[in-house]
């Protein structure tokens, strides 16, 4: 579950990163008609400020990013040495039943024997 939650936090983090790309792109496509010629509905100073906002949250998005992106590697990394003990414990029990029902069926020879 810590895995598949730290893929969902690493998703959101990257579908917020993708939407303030797209916000940016609006926002520059506004300013440059502005030069353009075209009607100018919104101010280049709002612009521009939105523009600096959005960079200080992909600043902090890219950080929480690389943290996230940490999380997972160590979930994943603690997932595989846990797969890996269970293999291995699977091993030995096998050897173990395997161990348990030659005992018996030697038990039960020499018990055939001896009567």
């Given at each position: 579950?810590?895995?598949?939650?730290?893929?969902?936090?690493?998703?959101r983090?990257?579908a917020?990163?993708?939407?303030?790309?797209?916000?940016?792109t609006?926002?520059?496509?506004?300013?440059?008609?502005?030069?353009?010629?075209?009607?100018?509905?919104?101010p280049?100073?709002?612009?521009?400020r939105?523009?600096?906002?959005n960079?200080?949250?992909?600043a902090?998005?890219?950080?929480?990013?690389?943290?996230?992106r940490?999380?997972?590697?160590?979930?994943?990394r603690?997932?595989?040495?846990?797969?890996?003990?269970?293999?291995?414990?699977?091993?030995?029990?096998?050897?173990?039943?395997?161990?348990?029902e030659?005992?018996?069926?030697?038990?039960?020879?020499?018990?055939?024997?001896?009567?």
């Amino acid at each position: 579950m810590a895995k598949a939650s730290a893929e969902m936090e690493l998703s959101r983090l990257g579908a917020q990163a993708g939407a303030i790309e797209e916000e940016n792109t609006a926002l520059f496509r506004m300013h440059s008609d502005r030069f353009d010629g075209s009607a100018a509905i919104v101010p280049a100073n709002i612009i521009m400020r939105r523009l600096e906002t959005n960079k200080m949250r992909q600043a902090q998005l890219g950080e929480r990013m690389i943290a996230q992106r940490q999380e997972l590697v160590r979930v994943s990394r603690t997932l595989q040495i846990l797969d890996r003990r269970l293999h291995a414990l699977g091993q030995v029990m096998e050897r173990f039943e395997a161990a348990a029902e030659m005992d018996e069926y030697i038990g039960h020879l020499l018990a055939k024997g001896s009567i």
